[in-house]
């Protein structure tokens, strides 16, 4: 989904509207991971955020990568990842599972807020505690005898009554067993292999071949409406979008692109991510899955 953001995203080259802020390094912990951000993506060339959201594959919108260089807010994990893979390990070549760790270590530290208010209190800041409740006084359970007698020459006392007196409890109400709470839809994949056309395959210049993959839903919404879009622009041409499905939880499905090879010498890798029937990008945490092969 789009997300959005107040920070401008010009290209590399010439830049227009207004100049980004960055972030102040000192102010803060998430400012400090957003600085180092900044550090990484001028090492890597300095692409804008579309050009990582595109162009490069990065599964995280532009405005969210965007937001995550600002510095205001820390931003998620899979945000922060996929700033960090397009850049590390796709355009810089370092190692996956090294910069996975080391940026990982970088986002936790950034979450720790240092706030004081959760800090356990000295036993003298302890605040005094509250004086028992007074109880009122309960009359005891008893046998009130009320007597009155009328003196009259020759009539002795003249019992008038007897007045029983006892406190009751009231009893408890009954116990009712838990509403089950109903769990909340799941939207998820999973890639699971290459059927034609593994990465580093061969073409001819010029032919056509088709591209298949298998994906299965790991969530529990069935999807309807939902096609791969391509993600960027290289010598090999290939369609916009495909179709999905329908596809019930739990099944596999296989995608196939039909791809036509560049004229000329090279290497083709596309990106596609799933999205619905408007474009919107679906299932943002997930990495887009790809053709990579040589046209020679």
């Known amino acids: ?127 005094p505690e509250p004086p028992e409740p007074s109880v009122p006084h309960r009359r005891p359970r008893k046998l009130t005898v009320l007597a009155t007698a009328s003196g009259v020459v020759g009539v002795g006392a003249v019992l008038l009554a007897w007045f029983l007196t006892f406190g009751a409890d009231e009893p408890a109400p009954p116990q009712t067993a838990p509403t089950p709470a109903t769990p909340a839809p799941r939207d998820d994949s999973a890639f699971e292999r290459d059927v034609t056309y593994p990465d580093g395959s061969v073409v001819k210049k010029g032919s056509d071949f088709d591209k298949t ?29 495909v179709g999905i499905g329908p596809v019930l939880p739990g099944e596999p499905v296989d995608i196939t692109v039909r791809v036509r090879a560049s004229d000329a010498p090279g290497r083709c890798k596309i990106f596609w991510k799933m999205t619905d029937a408007d474009g ?11 053709l990579d092969v040589t046209v020679a």
Request: contains cysteine; aromatic residues 8%; positive net charge.
């Open 1 to 127: 989904m789009a997300e959005s953001s107040g920070l401008e995203d010009e290209g590399a080259g010439s830049r227009r509207g207004r100049k980004p802020i960055r972030p102040d390094p000192e102010s803060g912990p998430v400012a400090l991971l957003a600085h180092r951000l900044w550090q990484l993506k001028e090492q890597a060339g300095d692409p804008s955020f579309a050009d990582m959201a595109a162009r490069l594959g990065a599964a995280a919108s532009k405005s969210s990568l965007a937001a995550a260089a600002r510095g205001s807010a820390l931003p998620t994990w899979e945000t922060t990842w996929e700033f960090v893979r397009v850049l590390a390990v796709d355009r810089l070549g370092q190692d996956q599972d090294e910069a996975r760790r080391e940026w990982r270590a970088y986002w936790e530290q950034a979450g720790i807020t240092g706030d004081s208010a959760n800090e356990a209190r000295m036993p003298d800041q302890l605040p």
């Open 280 to 290: 919107t990008p679906l299932l943002a945490g997930k990495r887009p899955i790809f």
């Open 213 to 241: 993959w298998r994906i299965r839903n790991t969530g529990t919404v069935p999807w309807q409406d939902r096609y791969l879009t391509r993600m960027n622009d290289t010598p090999c041409r290939a369609p916009k979008r």
